[in-house]
């Protein structure tokens, strides 16, 4: 059975001050608009609906807690980038991503989201820059792999470990197709190391 089956919504809330006391470990999911974060998520707990999917970029505007059965949580962060929003409220977004990312205690690990044809952007590093001081894992999701060529898809891991090795074990990379369910035992096994307090398996 999945680490992940069986995860359920608790609560959206506008500002981290809004979210469930720090008491179970929490699993951060940000991702760039459009990158296929949601669809990520809903692939990893095996429900088509958990996370909303749109084809609008920005749509998920609150933090999302989702439950899972051992008592941790994945939390769906807003997603960053060209949203069809306001300036005022994508800078209210990023101060509230900064914040969760930076002070939340019982915040294991990082999966950071990144349309595979297009990895770390601008927007992408930035996120890396306010996670990677805590020490705190990261693990990056190439997604839509499937858009991809097999020779494409080894290009771009190749090139995405090369760009983040000073990062070291910290951070690590792979490719995802919510698509094609590809990928899955592997984000799992990162993932749930983070969960064990177990080291998360160099990739």
């Known amino acids: 059975m999945s680490l992940f089956r069986h995860a359920s919504f608790e609560i959206s809330v506008a500002q981290p001050s809004g979210l469930p006391l720090p008491e179970g470990a929490e699993i951060a999911f ?13 692939t990893l707990v095996g429900h088509t609906r958990l996370a909303f999917v749109s084809k609008t970029p920005g ?3 609150l933090i999302n807690v989702f439950r899972m059965r051992n008592g941790a949580a994945l939390v769906d962060l807003p ?21 969760y990312l930076t002070c939340r205690s019982n915040l294991v690990g990082l999966v950071l989201i990144m349309d595979s044809r297009r990895p770390l952007t601008e927007l992408d590093w930035k996120m890396i820059g306010w996670f ?18 097999r020779q494409e898809q080894a290009k771009t891991l190749r ?12 951070v690590t990379v792979q490719m995802f197709s919510s698509l094609k369910k590809t990928g899955m035992e592997e984000a799992e096994q990162v993932i749930g190391g983070w969960l064990n307090g177990a080291p998360s398996p160099t990739i």
């Open 159 to 170: 090139e995405t470990r090369a760009a983040l090795a000073d990062f070291g074990e910290q």
């Open 59 to 61: 749509r998920t505007q």
């Open 132 to 149: 990677g001081p805590t020490g705190r894992p990261i693990h990056c999701l190439l997604t839509k792999s499937d858009k991809l060529t």
């Open 30 to 42: 940000a991702g760039r608009s459009n990158s296929g974060k949601s669809s990520a998520i809903n």
């Open 79 to 99: 997603g960053y980038g060209y949203a069809q929003v306001p300036l005022a409220v994508r800078l209210q977004w990023q101060g509230l991503l900064e914040h």
